[in-house]
């Protein structure tokens, strides 16, 4: 099989793409002929020369990075077919599947999903749609909301909103008013949380507010309640699922808590400090609290019609015991420390089996996908 990882991008969260997809490289089944195409921070695509592979797979220690030849630039053709997509150094590469190990914006918000089925290109992962909405905090809460899943009470904010001075200090204070303090403020699409922050009074609510809008032009102010934090891996495809094709079906992994050693899971208790967390595989909640994540995940995976692999994130109040979902989360880390991987193994599948799955998940949804009527 000759499998594509697309890694970096033009994303606050470039450097956890090289993180991810090193482990992706690291535990990929040697069966699979792997290119590398990284995407730099300015957003060029190139290929990457089989050294930079084969060092990530042979010393533990190495780190990958982006290497900006231009010699080595790749181009993007449609129409041709999947092995007449990419071309770098007058070539097209190889290529029956990619896999876009991309976190956050222009990686995981739908665009370079689209670019792919717009190129006829197998892909692992949510398509398009889902990568979109899951994106979107306020269009995710919306969907989950339809489908009856309970969500933290929240107001989301837009720049127009804002903009308009007459507007903005009475938005803000009907949200303090019906949120009260602490309030999470979290940039409306932007992941591994970059831009959030806690505000415990106005002051810190003013510059919460402008770090998150120097990140999205929509932005969720959110009721910060005393919650444990749960997370549900998720894997199969929410439309096509079919019993003749087992990898489709829909599975939940874990779940697993997290205890943030932080005052909250911020980014660097997720990538930086190596001890910012507890992992705690199973959570330790009562059988009826875990089936009902466990259903309730993959009721999220549904409603924003998932495919391929999600994590699933829930808030597990400490007083009450009410659970309400969080967020979802399309491309989750990969990385040593990620959970999603970690709950896949605890219920018995490996990193390697899993990268697998979600290859033969990603085909078999390309195969559905080219049965259907594009024109009369």
């Avoid at 995407?39 to 060029?44: L, P, R």
């Avoid at 009410?322 to 018995?348: Q, R, V, W």
């Amino acid at each position: 099989m000759n499998v594509i990882l697309l890694y970096g991008g033009k994303s606050g969260e470039h450097e956890i793409s090289l993180l991810s997809c090193a482990s992706v490289i690291r535990n990929i089944s040697p069966c699979h002929r792997v290119s590398l195409i990284s995407i730099s921070k300015s957003g060029k695509w190139h290929l990457e020369e089989n050294s930079v592979l084969a060092e990530i797979r042979e010393n533990p220690d190495a780190q990958l990075s982006v290497h900006e030849k231009p010699e080595n630039e790749v181009t993007v053709a449609f129409g041709g077919g999947k092995n007449a997509v990419f071309s770098a150094r007058g070539t097209f590469i190889p290529c029956d599947i990619v896999i876009p190990v991309l976190h956050g914006t222009y990686g995981e918000d739908g665009t370079v999903q689209g670019l792919l089925e717009m190129a006829g290109v197998p892909f692992a992962g949510c398509g398009t749609l889902s990568s979109a909405a899951s994106m979107d905090k306020e269009t995710a809460k919306i969907l989950f909301k339809a489908a009856g899943i309970k969500t933290v009470p929240s107001v989301c904010l837009s720049r127009a909103q804002i903009n308009d001075s007459s507007l903005y200090d009475t938005l803000v204070e009907n949200a303090v008013a019906q949120l009260g303090f602490p309030l999470f403020v979290k940039p409306c699409a932007a992941g591994s949380s970059d831009g959030a922050s806690k505000a415990k009074n106005r002051r810190e609510l003013s510059f919460a507010l402008m770090e998150a809008f120097s990140w999205d032009d929509k932005v969720l102010i959110e009721k910060a309640i005393d919650a444990r934090e749960v997370e549900c891996s998720v894997t199969g495809n929410s439309v096509c699922a079919s019993a003749e094709k087992p990898c489709t079906l829909l599975k939940s992994y874990g779940p697993g808590e997290i205890a943030p050693r932080h005052e909250f899971y911020d980014y660097d208790a997720k990538y930086k400090d190596p001890d910012g967390a507890e992992l705690k595989i199973p959570a330790p909640l009562d059988e009826d609290s875990l089936a009902y994540i466990r259903e309730t995940a993959k009721k999220a995976y549904r409603a924003v019609n998932a495919s391929g692999l999600s994590r699933v994130d829930f808030f597990v109040e400490r007083t009450t015991g009410e659970i309400f979902l969080n967020e979802i989360n399309t491309m989750p880390g990969f990385t040593d420390i990620s959970m999603f991987s970690k709950m896949c193994a605890a219920d018995g599948l490996s990193f390697t089996e899993l990268i697998d799955l979600l290859i033969e998940e990603g085909i078999a949804q390309h195969e559905e996908k080219q049965k259907l009527r594009t024109s009369r």
